[in-house]
């Protein structure tokens, strides 16, 4: 016989609640960007009232904030150290982005607080990227490696252009290791600048 499922407290069903309207959140937000997705959309996902979700949220604006909230990725070591961790963490979103991610890249082009979001967590990570580059340029370089990343995702998940839409994780880092190595370890280019003419 079947033991009978236990009856959860209130306190659980609201966090059941809550977390399925933000999932449902999450997945509209990263589908339709912020401005397409409204409340009632994500109440018609989840199976509920709008009102429910303006009580346990208020404004679409603190729902967005809840749905969008992003890990801050922790980057330690060298150059060669920081092109492991960079291309790992690469490998694992090719694999499969989490919808947060995804909610706040659609959604940061048109709206201040995606935008905000993901400057919030990008600029710790980039400056740690920074600081294990041991070149002059050190700020250029760890910006172009940020650039290559999100650039990647964005082409892979949102503008599904060509091949990066449906090609392998592993194909895609190992294409990209020695540009990787070039620009977190590489000694800086003799200068192009030609000197001033004498006459």
């Given at each position: 016989m079947?033991?009978?499922?236990?009856?959860?407290?209130?306190a659980?069903?609201?966090r059941?609640t809550?977390?399925?309207?933000?999932?449902?959140?999450?997945?509209?937000?990263?589908e339709?960007?912020?401005?397409?997705?409204?409340i009632?959309?994500v109440?018609?996902t989840?199976g509920v009232?709008a009102?429910?979700v303006?009580?346990?949220?208020?404004t679409?604006d603190?729902?967005?904030s809840?749905?969008?909230?992003?890990?801050a990725?922790?980057?330690?070591?060298?150059g060669e150290?920081?092109v492991?961790?960079?291309?790992?963490?690469l490998a694992?979103?090719?694999d499969?982005?989490?919808?947060?991610?995804?909610?706040?890249?659609?959604?940061?082009?048109t709206?201040t607080?995606?935008?905000?979001?993901y400057?919030?967590a990008?600029?710790p990570?980039l400056s740690?990227?920074?600081?294990?580059?041991p070149?002059?340029d050190a700020?250029?370089r760890?910006s172009?490696?940020?650039?290559?990343?999100?650039g990647?995702?964005i082409e892979r998940?949102?503008?599904?252009?060509?091949?990066l839409?449906?090609a392998?994780?592993?194909?895609?880092?190992?294409l990209?290791?020695p540009?990787f190595?070039?620009?977190?370890?590489a000694?800086?280019?003799?200068?192009t600048?030609r000197?001033?003419?004498?006459?």
């Open positions: 079947t033991e009978p499922s236990p009856r959860l407290t209130r659980e069903q609201r059941q809550e977390e399925s309207i933000l999932a449902a959140a999450r997945q509209l937000f990263a339709l960007g912020y401005e397409r997705t409204t009632r959309a109440a018609r989840v009232d009102g429910l303006m009580h346990y949220f208020g679409k603190n729902l967005f809840r749905a969008a909230e992003l890990p990725a922790e980057l330690s070591g060298g150290e920081i492991d961790v960079l291309l790992a963490s694992s979103r090719l499969g982005e989490p919808v947060a991610s995804l909610a706040v890249l659609r959604s940061m082009l709206n607080d995606a935008a905000e979001r400057r919030a990008a600029e990570q740690q990227i920074t600081t294990a580059i070149t002059e700020e250029l760890a172009l490696l940020s650039a290559i990343v999100h990647v995702i998940y949102l503008l599904r252009l060509g091949r839409a449906d392998s994780p592993d194909q895609i880092i190992e990209l290791r540009c190595q070039t620009l977190a370890t000694d800086m280019p003799p200068s600048v000197p001033a003419s004498a006459d």
